[in-house]
């Protein structure tokens, strides 16, 4: 069987890199310690090994289907619901008043890594946990009461309930309307779209955490509240929610994306979440966990393609090698010793890993920002999570895609049969730029937003973070030309960015985020070769202090190696992004006078 | 309806370009002219237009099934096979002699690019095309006579039966056994592996072109001879090929790929095709044909991708411009209008355009190769073929899976959906890098055996061709400086080529290719460069001399505006993949002790 993540890596990651322990002085995660940390990991992962990974196919070939209003989906989400709910595993970021295990995000977020790269089909728990954690924040006393528990229980599923078919990345357009009732109920009226896990059979009710306009309420995103719109009514009358569409997609199709109607008979009851016109915000307070979550996943899916991949590529024999093509009387030789593909799981391996890094880090500001006392840290960490959210959204997603295909393209033709796992990993992490806002929402986020905000302060402090990295590696010899050409990206992404911020000055917007899709990409590649130094670092000195042997000594050998293909592979790439980023050549912005097309 | 391919862009290229019909200068052409090009490209549209553009998703949806040993595939196959056999269309690159319309190579390929582009699930006549090719070139006038008109007439399904379950990327392992009878014919036994098209209900008989060892015969690639397998024999009887499996695949659904085993009862009749263990010879004649029909199937994906998401592009209201956010009364702006979308729709256009004009110089190499009678012109073309052919099979192939998934994003979450046809495209494009050689093997095939084939001639006579498009280019104020680019980039490759060569001199060939497809990628994006500056040459000519307005105008600016984004945004790439190729770290080579991945 291949392995869909590896456990080694990730105690590494968790425990040398990142010291997560470390967390635990702070007096909110005091309870945990790595005895905890790794109940958790052990037990989610006990649910991947028989619940989720065995079942991976089978989600895929038996689709939800919606026959008489009704939608049904595998049992085998029942059975996976009912396991976390029992095991308090869908709430475990909650804090112990609200039900949760009050984990660091660091911990919380790798239990969503490890649960997708077994089965990213069954996202249902991820959706119930952020839609409880908006009622857990900002709803009344009232309805925490009464919908958080069941919802973390796994009785009851959550949806987050934001696109409709006009307002899909322009949230501001929304049109759903919500009209106040005498008993301080809404009745709602509306259409959404690409509601995931928005109807199916294996729960008790659905929870919809639904944007909708109250009735004269201004326009755009200022004018746009939430409500909970429940499938069935606590009563247990059903509440004017119509599962109009179910969409046929290209993958993750697990789980059903909804295209629901409310209000068709004027009896869509709902509950305004905290106070009026406040809906985005509230949203967008949960957005940086909800988009590390969509990162998670598109990593998780490169992580599951890469150990299928390595797995083949071990057993598979073809060929010769290049320098003995014409022994026709040796054996073939397993095809993971012919250079390019070597290349191709190397850089899946620097992908996967330094992504998952990349995701960690951003987690453990969440962490930091969330559980520090000091207000000086707290807003340094909080900084730096908003500049590092929209990149972990999208290096893991975009490079992610990247990662699989390579992956697929090592079995070759077997990689196009459904004999193998490619092909549906292939089709799966394909929605994953795309969700939580498109690759090219997130690059006008990260240029546009964070890295003017503050005067430039998130960026400052990211690059004292980075800068520290360099310094500690150029304390070993080997990892010195490394420590360099770090501090040489560095330079470069400062360059690209003082020449495109006059543009952001003179209020040319447009002019500013042409290519920001461009700046993302370097960007990300820049973050990433920082973790990368930073796993290297760690590896050196524990191989100079720790002396160890056989496969540990490997282990650490080739997170060196790996470090060294990821900045002879993937960094030279940002020599070409800064060329054009600083290139005054406009082809992009519309004109009076069009092209053809 | 989105438009499949483009109509004005296939003549800008056939005639302005390329001066397609020059070539009826040449004897062997001579017959033809513009006139009956342009009946041939528009009997197959006719055909593109109404058997197989409205049937894209249906053959799709409706895969072919294997059941008691018998294959059903979708029944418009057959009135596609009947169509195209009726109208002559299926051999029409053979020779008058041959029962052809005997049109070159760079006509001929274009009829599969729009045959490809309008439903490319219906590859079946290009298989039995290549199939017919090999018994038209190579067979005796007895087999000849036998099999080439029934084929050629849609009426007998042709397959390339080479690669065997131990036996893909390394052909010389195949072990396919051929026993000579009394007779003069042979007794296979065997087993082929996705064969495509290598059974089916839609025709009268297959004709499977197979390779196999006859008893006896040497190891290795020397060892292989070319047989012609039938399922049915002459007198109709089974011939003992079992149709064992049907692979199930990612995409190209409408084709079955087929695992078949030959020899079961003893009972498997073959023919050779011309001389013992020259089988593989035969087809690698064939393979520059084969390798430049994968890369118009790759090119003709994306430009029906390019061609649906453009439409929506154009159709989609989604906010508003960047530099007026806030004007929430003004309505919603066509998403072709944000400069991300423009650049993703430009990024298809300039891949899709730049990858058919490649295709079509290789093609024409063909044409002069095969009809000139100048030993020394036919020499330079031909040398031109082999060098390009790898490079058209490449750059169309990797980079319109690129242009498909940009084609995808544009429509966000409703490209993810079964609703538009982007998601199956991106799912049938992924086979396009893997058949008829891998991007592996087509990077060691370029920089291994055409860069330093006959000392480096090929690479002279394209290099001079491409210095005569920058002298022309020269001549034109506003194309200069992207002929001063083009220089460059030739300078750079050049200098990438002296820094690798030294390996080959020392025998290291393993170090010498092991970063063949970055130089693959390199030579791919430099000689798309040199297409579209050509293209953008005889734009700015023709606005010079011919002053045309309208939407002529805009065709040939946008020419010139696509060249430049090629330039801005492409071409930059070569920096970081020059900067790898010349780094002296070696990373992917095994060695003794190797790391752990």
Same mark, same amino acid.
């Given at each position: 069987m291949a392995q869909y993540y590896s456990r080694r890596n990730l105690n590494f990651l968790l425990y040398e890199v990142f010291n997560a322990t470390e967390l635990t002085h702070y007096p909110y995660y005091s309870a945990h310690d790595r005895e905890t940390f790794d109940m958790t990991i052990d037990a989610v992962t006990q649910i991947g090994d028989t619940i989720m990974f065995p079942h991976f196919r089978d989600l895929d070939r038996n689709q939800p289907e919606l026959k008489n209003g009704k939608v049904t989906v595998h049992p085998k989400v029942g059975e996976y619901l009912k396991a976390m709910g029992d095991a308090g595993l869908i709430g475990t970021g909650f804090s112990f008043e609200d039900g949760g295990q009050q984990l660091p995000e660091i911990v919380n977020s790798i239990l969503g890594f490890i649960l997708m790269a077994a %089965? %990213?089909? +069954? +996202?249902y728990t991820g959706l119930t946990s952020g839609a409880a954690r908006l009622i857990a924040s900002f709803a009344s006393e009232e309805l925490k009461q009464t919908y958080v528990e069941k919802m973390l229980g796994g009785k009851w599923q959550g949806t987050m309930a934001l696109t409709e078919p006009q307002a899909g990345s322009s949230l501001s357009d929304i049109t759903t309307s919500a009209t106040p009732q005498a008993d301080g109920s809404y009745r709602i009226k509306g259409q959404k779209v690409f509601i995931s896990a928005g109807d199916h059979d294996q729960c008790e009710n659905i929870i919809h955490l639904m944007l909708a306009r109250i009735d004269g309420a201004p326009k755009g995103t200022k004018g746009i509240s939430l409500f909970i719109v429940p499938k069935y009514r606590l009563d247990g009358t059903e509440n004017d929610v119509t599962s109009t569409g179910i969409y046929h997609k290209l993958g993750q199709r697990g789980v059903p994306a909804m295209h629901l109607t409310m209000g068709d008979r004027d009896d869509c009851h709902g509950w305004l979440v905290g106070e009026p016109h406040r809906g985005l915000n509230y949203m967008f307070q949960m957005m940086n966990e909800a988009r590390i979550g969509v990162g998670m996943t598109g990593v998780a899916i490169a992580s599951a393609a890469y150990g299928a991949s390595l797995q083949y590529a071990k057993e598979r024999p073809q060929s010769r090698r290049l320098n003995e093509k014409s022994a026709l009387d040796s054996p073939q030789i397993p095809i993971i010793q012919h250079p390019d593909v070597k290349r191709m799981l190397l850089l899946q391996k620097a992908i996967v890993e330094g992504s998952l890094s990349l995701l960690m880090e951003t987690a453990r500001c969440t962490d930091i920002a969330h559980a520090s006392e000091d207000p000086e840290e707290k807003e340094k960490y909080h900084l730096m999570l908003e500049l590092l959210t929209p990149v972990a959204k999208t290096y893991p997603t975009e490079m992610g895609m990247v990662a699989v295909s390579n992956g697929l393209q090592v079995l070759g033709g077997y990689g196009f049969t459904e004999d193998f796992p490619l092909e549906q990993l292939y089709r799966d992490i394909r929605i994953t730029p795309i969700y939580e806002g498109t690759t090219g929402i997130q690059s006008q986020d990260l240029l546009g937003r964070k890295m003017t905000m503050k005067g430039g302060k998130p960026a400052q402090y990211l690059f004292g973070e980075v800068a520290k990295t360099i310094a500690e590696a150029e304390n070993h010899e080997t990892l010195k030309p490394y420590a360099q050409k770090l501090k040489a990206e560095l330079a470069r992404l400062q360059e690209v960015t003082m020449a495109l911020m006059p543009f952001a000055m003179q209020g040319d917007i447009e002019r500013f985020l042409m290519d920001a899709t461009l700046y993302m990409e370097m960007f990300g590649i820049s973050t990433v070769a920082w973790q990368w130094l930073k796993q290297a670092v760690v590896a050196q000195r524990t191989i100079v202090t720790q002396n160890p042997d056989g496969e540990e000594l490997a282990f650490y050998e080739g997170k060196i190696h790996t470090m060294k293909f990821f900045f002879h592979?993937?960094?030279?790439k940002t020599l070409g992004l800064a060329v054009r980023l600083k290139d005054n050549e406009v082809l992009t912005i519309a004109t009076e006078k069009e092209v053809i097309l």
């Amino acid at each position: 069987m291949a392995q869909y993540y590896s456990r080694r890596n990730l105690n590494f990651l968790l425990y040398e890199v990142f010291n997560a322990t470390e967390l635990t002085h702070y007096p909110y995660y005091s309870a945990h310690d790595r005895e905890t940390f790794d109940m958790t990991i052990d037990a989610v992962t006990q649910i991947g090994d028989t619940i989720m990974f065995p079942h991976f196919r089978d989600l895929d070939r038996n689709q939800p289907e919606l026959k008489n209003g009704k939608v049904t989906v595998h049992p085998k989400v029942g059975e996976y619901l009912k396991a976390m709910g029992d095991a308090g595993l869908i709430g475990t970021g909650f804090s112990f008043e609200d039900g949760g295990q009050q984990l660091p995000e660091i911990v919380n977020s790798i239990l969503g890594f490890i649960l997708m790269a077994a %089965n %990213n089909g +069954m +996202m249902y728990t991820g959706l119930t946990s952020g839609a409880a954690r908006l009622i857990a924040s900002f709803a009344s006393e009232e309805l925490k009461q009464t919908y958080v528990e069941k919802m973390l229980g796994g009785k009851w599923q959550g949806t987050m309930a934001l696109t409709e078919p006009q307002a899909g990345s322009s949230l501001s357009d929304i049109t759903t309307s919500a009209t106040p009732q005498a008993d301080g109920s809404y009745r709602i009226k509306g259409q959404k779209v690409f509601i995931s896990a928005g109807d199916h059979d294996q729960c008790e009710n659905i929870i919809h955490l639904m944007l909708a306009r109250i009735d004269g309420a201004p326009k755009g995103t200022k004018g746009i509240s939430l409500f909970i719109v429940p499938k069935y009514r606590l009563d247990g009358t059903e509440n004017d929610v119509t599962s109009t569409g179910i969409y046929h997609k290209l993958g993750q199709r697990g789980v059903p994306a909804m295209h629901l109607t409310m209000g068709d008979r004027d009896d869509c009851h709902g509950w305004l979440v905290g106070e009026p016109h406040r809906g985005l915000n509230y949203m967008f307070q949960m957005m940086n966990e909800a988009r590390i979550g969509v990162g998670m996943t598109g990593v998780a899916i490169a992580s599951a393609a890469y150990g299928a991949s390595l797995q083949y590529a071990k057993e598979r024999p073809q060929s010769r090698r290049l320098n003995e093509k014409s022994a026709l009387d040796s054996p073939q030789i397993p095809i993971i010793q012919h250079p390019d593909v070597k290349r191709m799981l190397l850089l899946q391996k620097a992908i996967v890993e330094g992504s998952l890094s990349l995701l960690m880090e951003t987690a453990r500001c969440t962490d930091i920002a969330h559980a520090s006392e000091d207000p000086e840290e707290k807003e340094k960490y909080h900084l730096m999570l908003e500049l590092l959210t929209p990149v972990a959204k999208t290096y893991p997603t975009e490079m992610g895609m990247v990662a699989v295909s390579n992956g697929l393209q090592v079995l070759g033709g077997y990689g196009f049969t459904e004999d193998f796992p490619l092909e549906q990993l292939y089709r799966d992490i394909r929605i994953t730029p795309i969700y939580e806002g498109t690759t090219g929402i997130q690059s006008q986020d990260l240029l546009g937003r964070k890295m003017t905000m503050k005067g430039g302060k998130p960026a400052q402090y990211l690059f004292g973070e980075v800068a520290k990295t360099i310094a500690e590696a150029e304390n070993h010899e080997t990892l010195k030309p490394y420590a360099q050409k770090l501090k040489a990206e560095l330079a470069r992404l400062q360059e690209v960015t003082m020449a495109l911020m006059p543009f952001a000055m003179q209020g040319d917007i447009e002019r500013f985020l042409m290519d920001a899709t461009l700046y993302m990409e370097m960007f990300g590649i820049s973050t990433v070769a920082w973790q990368w130094l930073k796993q290297a670092v760690v590896a050196q000195r524990t191989i100079v202090t720790q002396n160890p042997d056989g496969e540990e000594l490997a282990f650490y050998e080739g997170k060196i190696h790996t470090m060294k293909f990821f900045f002879h592979y993937e960094v030279p790439k940002t020599l070409g992004l800064a060329v054009r980023l600083k290139d005054n050549e406009v082809l992009t912005i519309a004109t009076e006078k069009e092209v053809i097309l």
